[in-house]
């Protein structure tokens, strides 16, 4: 059975690594599908995204990273994924994937929908809220595989030195 882990994954995370190695042991394939037109503003582009996923989910042997564009559940059916596999962290994940979940199934009744609860561990954690810490000099080690650490680094050195910074108003350091 192949399962679709679909998002954008700016920059994918410890978070996502745990839903993706706990989906990869209940399916014989996982795919992770990362959204290659999203509306939101990227840190990454792309390619740097699909890399950063590979790189840090090369120990699951069933895993693959492809990209895809428009509907998810036409992806899923284009790659022949029977499930869509999500994360949920909190409360107002349930209420949004809950919605996503019954929309879906109106659009494509024949594919399933599982959502993984996050490991206690991560369930404050969001590609938003990793960018930020990064961003602003914090230790980001316990937070994200190696190569996206790097990545990070890189990039907002890149950017100071550029005098870009296109995040929006920090979330956590302390302003009003």
């Known amino acids: 059975m192949r399962a679709l882990y679909p998002g954008t994954f700016d920059p994918i995370h410890n978070g996502h ?12 394939e996982l795919v992770i599908g ?23 989910l090369a120990h699951l042997p069933n895993v693959r990273v492809v990209t895809y564009r428009g509907l998810t559940v036409a992806f899923a059916r284009e790659i022949g994924a029977s499930v869509l596999v999500r994360g949920l962290r909190a409360i107002s994940d349930f209420e949004f994937e809950f919605q996503m979940a019954l929309t879906n199934k109106k659009l494509a009744p024949e594919i399933e ?36 650490q790097a990545a ?25």
């Open 34 to 56: 990362v959204y290659d037109t999203s509306p939101k503003s990227l840190l990454f582009d792309t390619a740097q995204r699909v890399a950063l996923a590979e790189q840090s």
């Open 17 to 28: 690594v745990d839903i993706a190695a706990r989906a990869a042991a209940l399916f014989d």
């Open 113 to 148: 929908f599982v959502s993984l609860m996050t490991s206690l561990e991560y369930a404050y954690l969001s590609s938003s809220i990793l960018k930020e810490i990064s961003r602003l000099g914090g230790d980001i080690s316990g937070l994200a595989p190696a190569p996206v």
């Open 152 to 176: 990070l680094r890189a990039r907002f050195e890149e950017m100071r030195r550029s005098g870009a910074d296109p995040l929006p108003v920090p979330l956590i350091s302390g302003r009003d």
